[in-house]
């Protein structure tokens, strides 16, 4: 191992998608680190399909590690992959994910700077011509400019680009598992990291590209879910004693909107704002749909 470079463990939580995670696992074999610097822990969250070969067609080039789950979620099999990890830095990527050749090699200088920091970088749309795909990365480029304007102070960072010191994520439990889907258990232990007093850093130049096909049922479904997974984050934040989330102000939703006639012209940026529009009623709604389940428990 090289001693000047520190040593990483990367989880890639997966299910049911075994072409993404090839994909995602060939972009890691062009990663520019050292090959003994590093792990690749896979976790199969109980998908059908095995994913033997998958893990197997990098293993002469990459040291990889195949744990299989019953299906119990994303946030459960990134936890799963963190308590098997032998490296002093945890990144998580997503299997649709395909980080740059120098992702490794920016987050090692960043932890040399600020260990104990979460940091995460920036996700690309690898799929332009796909309008759902667009908008949905679009949407997380605003918030990460709302949330994130002193990168120094960021407040939310997504899973599929995420980095921390292994031994401060397993100190303060992990992923909340009690989130069935990817849909708001990043933005919970964003939340719970900052209240632990520690600081998020947002590294622009950490990045990885995204490539995730929806159709509009699909884009639809997405933000529904994340509608639900936003009432369980209020509900699990009051119970941590920390009190209601505030309502964003009126001048959040109104930049929204003008947020894709700042990157796009014409006809394109009216069908991404659309979209964004679109996305806020399903958030909406999710949101709605878990409320009023909870109050009939």
Sequence with gaps: MNENQP???????????PRQVAACMQSLVELDYSPDCFEVIVVDDGGETPLDEVAASSGDRLDVRLLRQPNSGPATARNTGAARAKGEFLAFTDDDCRPAPDWLKSLAVRFGKDPDCVIGGRTINALPDNPYSSASQLLIDYLYSYYNADPYRARF??????????????AIGGFDTT???????????????LSQGF????ASEVIVHHAHPLTFRTFWRQ?????????????????????RVKVEPVSFYRNLLRYPFLHERGIK???????LIGAQVANAAGFFVERMKGKRV
Excluded: Q, V
Aim: aromatic content about 18%; charged content about 25%; some cysteine.
């Design 7 to 17: 040593f990483f463990s990367i989880i890639i939580p997966t299910y049911k998608r």
């Design 157 to 170: 960072l997504a899973s599929s680009n995420l980095g921390m010191a292994a031994d401060r994520f397993r």
């Design 179 to 193: 989130f069935p889907r990817a849909a708001g258990e990043d933005r919970e232990f964003c939340d719970r990291w």
């Design 199 to 202: 600081r998020i850093i947002y």
């Design 269 to 275: 940026a009216l069908l991404l704002g659309s979209l």
């Design 223 to 243: 933000h529904f879910w994340y509608g639900r997974g936003a009432f369980a984050f209020h509900r699990i934040r009051a119970r941590r004693g920390l009190g």
